[in-house]
Structure formats: structure tokens, C-alpha cells
């Protein structure tokens, strides 16, 4: 397994917003992170870390700009030169037209959202089974409906307090799990990776509830499971952290956009003619004002920070 190599710590108060652009610019193999009040740049490539202390030397004492030096395509394997100050300006035209990538983050960093593509499917094979029952909210048997005698008060009254949360596992068709499963891949994973297990588990623990107390509240009489109020609470939290850091570019804006555009379109009625089931609109938009809500307070709280380096 490769390993990350400490090439150069800087203050916390400095600003690398120019080696973070030419790292992007570039696609080098680094990352900036935050550890023990500093600010570090690290490297999967061995060959890559001498030449870029060398390059980073002259940087601080204003011999370069980072803006204006264009490495040889040979950079990303460490062949790259601390001397180099020439502009190409073919390549670096073709390197700017290129679409921000998602990156690849090591399966320790993202512990939580490895359980939760794991509950995908468990929850898909737990539908099948027909083992749902401890799991579900169950829905109201009339057309009137009262918080005190309702059947999630009685699962209260019970001590069933995880069916607040439980609903969330289950999908009623492996396409939805499937779908569920792919968004914490693609937005999930680079949250937690950066915000740290912690927050990113806040984040899903508070949204899930959120989503499902506004599906039960919004149709009482029906059942529902899936997974899709925590991935909008995603989308959601994603969409403030832009707004708050426009330079990171892990996650491209057009499947944000995309993830919006499918919410509206969904609450206009429209997509339930060809997916049979239904949607839960509800527990969609209550997972994305969820995630604007804590994604604003992250980001008050100073947490976007995280997010100003690229990876």
C-alpha cells in the first residue's frame, strides 16, 4: 500500500492557496493537510518529494511563482524540476480544460461511509427476506391522524427508539440501493475524509431522522425506507462547503446541480409515472434543508477550512 510522504509543514495562518492551484493545475500527487496546528504538504510519490522541497524552498523566498512555473508532463512521476519558469502554453490550456476529478481516498478515512454502502445492500437483502418488521415505522391504519396514539409514539412508548433511524436502511429494490450506494461513494466519502468520521457521522445520524420524521409526518399512511434523505443531506452540506470554499473542486458542481434538478422534478409528481413505489419527496427535502442547516453551522464553526486544500 502506497504510503503519504511528509514533504514541507507551513503555519496554519499562511495562505497556499497558490500551491494548492498549482497542484490541481498540474494533478500532482499531493495533498495539503492540516495536522498538530500546521499546515503539511505530503506526497504518494518518493521520486516527486526532493524536487518539490527544492521548488518550495524557492517559492518562500520569492525566487518563483508557483502561477507561472509548467512542469514537463513527466511531473506527476517525480521528474519534475524546481528550476523550471518557462510557460507552455498549449499544455497549460489543455490542463485547464480538464474537468476537476474525483479523488481516491484511502478506505480508513472513510470508515462510516463504508458502513453505510454496506447498509445499502444488507437493507435490500433484509426486504427481500421479509425482515422488516422491527425496523419500520409502521404506518397509521386511518385517514385521521394523532401524534399521541399514533404508531410511532406507541414504538416510542415501547422503547423502539431506533426506528428513527432504521427506515433509512432499507431499500425496497437493489436499483435504489444501488443508487443510494453511489452517491455516499461520491460525495460521502471526500465529506468524512475531510470533515473527519465524526462530523461526517453527525451529519447522517441527524439528517436520517430528519428525513424520516418529515416522510412519516407528510404520509403517515404509507411505509417507506431508502437511504436517499441522508444522501440530499449530502448534497446539501456539499453545496454550502462550495459556497463557503469555491476552490474545492473534489465534487463537480454539475452533480449537484444535477442532484437538485432530480429533487424538483421528483416533488412535481412527475417521475412517479415510471418508478413504480413512489418517491419519498419528503424525506428528501427534509434531508437537503437538513444538510444546508449543519453544513452553514460547520462551516460558522470554522470546519471549512478542511476543505481548502486540494487532494
Same mark, same amino acid.
Given at each position: 500500500?502506497?504510503?503519504?510522504?511528509?514533504?514541507?509543514?507551513?503555519p496554519?495562518?499562511?495562505?497556499l492557496?497558490?500551491?494548492?492551484r498549482? +497542484?490541481?493545475h $498540474?494533478?500532482?500527487?499531493l495533498?495539503? +493537510?492540516?495536522?498538530?496546528?500546521?499546515?503539511?504538504? +505530503?506526497?504518494l510519490?518518493?521520486?516527486?518529494?526532493?524536487p518539490?522541497?527544492?521548488?518550495?524552498?524557492r517559492?518562500?523566498?520569492g525566487?518563483?511563482?508557483?502561477?507561472?512555473?509548467?512542469?514537463?508532463?513527466?511531473?506527476?512521476?517525480?521528474?519534475i524540476?524546481?528550476h523550471?519558469?518557462q510557460? $507552455?502554453?498549449?499544455?497549460?490550456?489543455?490542463?485547464?480544460?480538464? /474537468?476537476?476529478?474525483?479523488?481516491?481516498w484511502p478506505?480508513?478515512?472513510?470508515?462510516?461511509?463504508?458502513?453505510l454502502?454496506?447498509?445499502?445492500?444488507?437493507?435490500?437483502?433484509?426486504?427481500?427476506?421479509?425482515?422488516?418488521?422491527?425496523l419500520?415505522?409502521?404506518?397509521?391504519?386511518?385517514?385521521?391522524?394523532?401524534?399521541a396514539?399514533?404508531t410511532?409514539?406507541?414504538?416510542?412508548l415501547?422503547?423502539?427508539?431506533?426506528?428513527?433511524?432504521?427506515?433509512? +436502511?432499507?431499500?425496497?429494490?437493489?436499483? $435504489?440501493?444501488?443508487?443510494?450506494?453511489?452517491?455516499?461513494?461520491v460525495?460521502?466519502?471526500?465529506?468524512?475524509?475531510?470533515?473527519?468520521?465524526?462530523?461526517?457521522?453527525?451529519?447522517?445520524?441527524?439528517?436520517?431522522?430528519?428525513?424520516n420524521?418529515?416522510?412519516?409526518?407528510?404520509? /403517515?399512511?404509507?411505509?417507506?425506507?431508502?437511504?436517499?434523505g441522508v444522501?440530499y443531506?449530502?448534497?446539501?452540506?456539499?453545496?454550502?462547503?462550495?459556497?463557503?470554499?469555491?476552490?474545492?473542486?473534489?465534487?463537480?458542481?454539475?452533480?449537484?446541480?444535477?442532484a437538485?434538478?432530480?429533487?424538483?422534478?421528483?416533488?412535481?409528481?412527475?417521475?412517479?409515472?415510471?418508478?413504480?413505489?413512489?418517491?419519498?419527496?419528503?424525506?428528501?427535502?427534509?434531508?437537503?434543508?437538513c444538510?444546508?442547516?449543519?453544513?452553514?453551522?460547520?462551516?460558522?464553526?470554522?470546519?471549512?477550512?478542511?476543505?481548502?486544500?486540494?487532494?
Amino acid at each position: 500500500m502506497a504510503k503519504w510522504i511528509p514533504i514541507c509543514d507551513f503555519p496554519a495562518q499562511e495562505d497556499l492557496s497558490e500551491l494548492a492551484r498549482f +497542484i490541481q493545475h $498540474h494533478q500532482l500527487p499531493l495533498r495539503i +493537510i492540516e495536522t498538530d496546528g500546521t499546515q503539511r504538504l +505530503i506526497s504518494l510519490s518518493e521520486p516527486l518529494v526532493e524536487p518539490m522541497r527544492e521548488l518550495l524552498a524557492r517559492w518562500r523566498k520569492g525566487e518563483v511563482q508557483l502561477d507561472q512555473i509548467a512542469p514537463e508532463r513527466e511531473a506527476q512521476t517525480g521528474n519534475i524540476s524546481p528550476h523550471s519558469g518557462q510557460q $507552455h502554453t498549449a499544455s497549460k490550456t489543455q490542463e485547464a480544460s480538464k /474537468p476537476p476529478s474525483l479523488s481516491t481516498w484511502p478506505w480508513r478515512a472513510t470508515p462510516f461511509s463504508l458502513v453505510l454502502i454496506a447498509l445499502c445492500f444488507i437493507g435490500w437483502l433484509l426486504v427481500r427476506q421479509g425482515w422488516v418488521g422491527p425496523l419500520v415505522i409502521y404506518p397509521e391504519r386511518g385517514n385521521t391522524f394523532d401524534l399521541a396514539s399514533s404508531t410511532l409514539a406507541q414504538h416510542w412508548l415501547q422503547g423502539e427508539y431506533w426506528r428513527l433511524w432504521t427506515p433509512a +436502511i432499507l431499500h425496497f429494490s437493489l436499483p $435504489h440501493a444501488l443508487f443510494n450506494a453511489l452517491w455516499i461513494w461520491v460525495l460521502g466519502r471526500p465529506l468524512e475524509a475531510r470533515a473527519g468520521t465524526l462530523a461526517f457521522a453527525t451529519l447522517v445520524l441527524v439528517s436520517a431522522a430528519i428525513a424520516n420524521l418529515s416522510q412519516y409526518y407528510w404520509t /403517515p399512511q404509507i411505509m417507506f425506507g431508502g437511504m436517499s434523505g441522508v444522501t440530499y443531506a449530502l448534497v446539501g452540506a456539499v453545496a454550502v462547503i462550495q459556497r463557503w470554499q469555491p476552490q474545492w473542486t473534489e465534487i463537480p458542481t454539475a452533480l449537484i446541480w444535477l442532484a437538485v434538478i432530480w429533487l424538483l422534478l421528483c416533488a412535481t409528481g412527475a417521475v412517479d409515472y415510471v418508478i413504480s413505489g413512489g418517491i419519498a419527496n419528503a424525506a428528501h427535502l427534509g434531508g437537503f434543508i437538513c444538510g444546508i442547516v449543519l453544513g452553514l453551522v460547520y462551516c460558522l464553526s470554522g470546519g471549512a477550512k478542511k476543505f481548502s486544500g486540494v487532494p
